[in-house]
């Protein structure tokens, strides 16, 4: 019996480290190197900031701060080409700026796979349901919309 429970133990062990590993492999948004490659994505980042974009879907308060941490990584790749170049204080500065980016932009990437386990009406079986972050933003989007344009009493007004 005391195997079995190890054997278990060490089973989720092994799972959740394959998980750990799964999650660390995601690319990031933002990879700092060069001066010139840095220049490309950050037009990039901005690009897709807007309406229709990748990352349409980030608030004012975020994309300030996405650009505030944009602009302090172009003044430290300004003094230094690439991040090899750069002493231990101002590469400990970029890499802060980019995680800091890389954070706000994979919690609204519109790409991003949210999946849930829902009962459909009239069963007690739960069904896997996936959609991207893009569209479950779109739909609450609607709704309020719907919502907005139907007075209190759920009459339409327009």
Known sequence: MKR????VVFAVGMSLAMG????EKLDPALQAVTKEKFDDQAAAIRQQM??????????AT???QVNTR????????????????MD????????????????VLTKKDGRRLICQQVAPTGSNRKQKQCSTFAERERQR?????FLRSTGDDGI???
């Not at 079995?4 to 054997?7: E, M, V």
């Not at 807007?50 to 608030?59: I, L, P, Y």
């Not at 989007?141 to 919309?145: I, K, L, N, P, Y």
Request: glycine share 4%; aromatic share 4%.
């Open 70 to 85: 944009l602009d302090e990584i172009a003044a430290l790749l300004a003094k230094s080409n690439s991040v090899d170049e």
């Open 141 to 145: 989007r609607d709704a309020r919309d």
């Open 88 to 103: 231990r204080t101002d590469k400990g500065k970029l890499l802060e700026a980019q995680e800091d980016v890389n954070a």
């Open 20 to 23: 750990a590993m799964a999650a």
């Open 4 to 7: 079995f429970a190890k054997a």
């Open 62 to 64: 975020e994309r300030a």
């Open 156 to 158: 339409r007004t327009n």
């Open 50 to 59: 807007k309406a229709g974009g990748r990352w349409e879907f980030v608030d």
